[in-house]
């Protein structure tokens, strides 16, 4: 086993020993974007993993069966996978971290596990992908989360496996064997935290109550291990951060409504502005096509990069970061539509990336053209529908303001202040079909 560094050598900031706990979450919230990797042998099927198991009345196709699961990792041999190429597109992407799917809820281990048969290395391609991964990203100071589900379908100990999985997919922790399937999990856990060196995050997922899980032992485990390492909201204790999933809240999250329910935060109030103390920190998982996560040879339909670049701009804007889901296909390459887009996104933040990277949600949440970011004493105004007759108009901004220019070029505009409304003379043509910045500088 190799001597595991501290996630600090990655992120930046100090040890947990010497740091506010705030530290590792002030790194989390300006990073902003991140990519999501969904992979597994149910990429062979274009499956969405386990659900047409545990639903199998949603199933897409007829035959798709446990049975017909069961056949698919002897088959899995991703014999184009290149970690290295999968974080560089990450960073030609402008994103800053990436969370890679370790064990979904099939409970297939995509790292060479020592408590199961069903993992990556009894393929044919045998060897281990979360090492590789892991190598990759660390000499490219990319930092890695792991998500782990703690459902697991294939488990003896997780549900009664002699039943169909739509019988007892959420668990039987009545069952004698439930303390030992746990057991199970924080033995899996410790091999992810000790193997692969530092872990940005653990992202969990599994199916309700999550309370059965036994949240605060695995966070305990964690933070033993990973001081550094960032825990999500669902494993039912609340966690650092929340996971709204395919879907933005409706206004900028708070501490006061933050939970293990990863809805909570929509119960917050569109339009306000919290204080900084009172703000909760928050991701959204969202997919590039209509809805799959996972691999799915026949879609072809997609989010257009107007559509995406906006989602991260909307995102920000409420104090969000935007964790960009892909699935890679059974050989281990990323369709070159996702690749198209992502690498939109990088150049849009090239150019625009100071209204995004570090910037926190926006003082103006109802913007009738856009949306707003902000980092320190500049306001960035992400202007969706650029004005026809030249001038825009902002409400709401009682700041003083010193200066305003496009953010791409820096060209400076006239502009002119009357209390709390802003009048900025802005060219015809807009500097970006997809998000046009301006950079408002206030006193």
Known sequence: MKKLKTLSLLLAVPCLATAAPDARLEQFNNWKFGLFIHWGVCSLASWENSWPLMRPLNKRRPGDTEEFYATLAPKFDPVKFDPDAWVKLAQDSGQRYIVFTAKHLDGFAMWDSLYTDYKITKTPYGKDIVKQLADAC???????????????????????????????????????????????????????????????????????????????????????????????????????????????????????VAGSNTDVINKTVAGTVPKAEDFRPWETCQVIDQKNWFYHQDEHIFKSPKELIQLLAVTSSMGGNLLLDVGPGPDGTIRPEFTERLLAMGAWLKVNGDSIYGTTYGPL???????????????????????????????????????????????????????????????????????????????
């Open 138 to 256: 660390h000499r490219a100071n990319m930092p890695l989360g792991f998500y782990y589900s703690v459902a697991d379908m294939n488990h003896p100990d997780y549900r009664d496996t002699s039943k169909r999985i739509s019988e007892n997919w959420h668990g039987e922790p009545w069952r004698p064997e439930w303390p030992v399937y746990l057991d199970y999990v924080g033995l899996q856990l410790t091999e992810l935290l000790t193997h692969y060196g530092p872990v940005a995050m653990i992202w969990f997922d599994g199916v309700a109550p999550l309370e059965e899980f036994d949240g605060r032992r695995f966070t305990r485990l964690i933070h033993e291990l990973q001081p550094d390492a960032l825990i999500n909201n669902r494993l039912g204790v609340g966690g650092d951060f929340d996971t709204p999933e395919q879907h933005n809240p409706k206004g900028v999250p708070t501490k006061q």
């Open 365 to 443: 949440q109802n913007l009738p053209f856009g949306r707003s970011t902000r980092k320190d004493k500049t306001i960035y105004l992400h202007v969706f529908n650029w004005p026809a007759d030249g001038k825009l108009e902002v409400d709401g901004l009682s700041a003083r303001i010193t200066s305003v220019k496009v953010l791409a070029g820096g060209a400076k505009l006239v502009y002119h202040q009357n209390k709390d409304k802003l009048e900025i003379e802005v060219p015809r043509q807009a500097p970006d079909e997809n998000d046009s910045v301006l950079a408002v500088l206030t006193r």
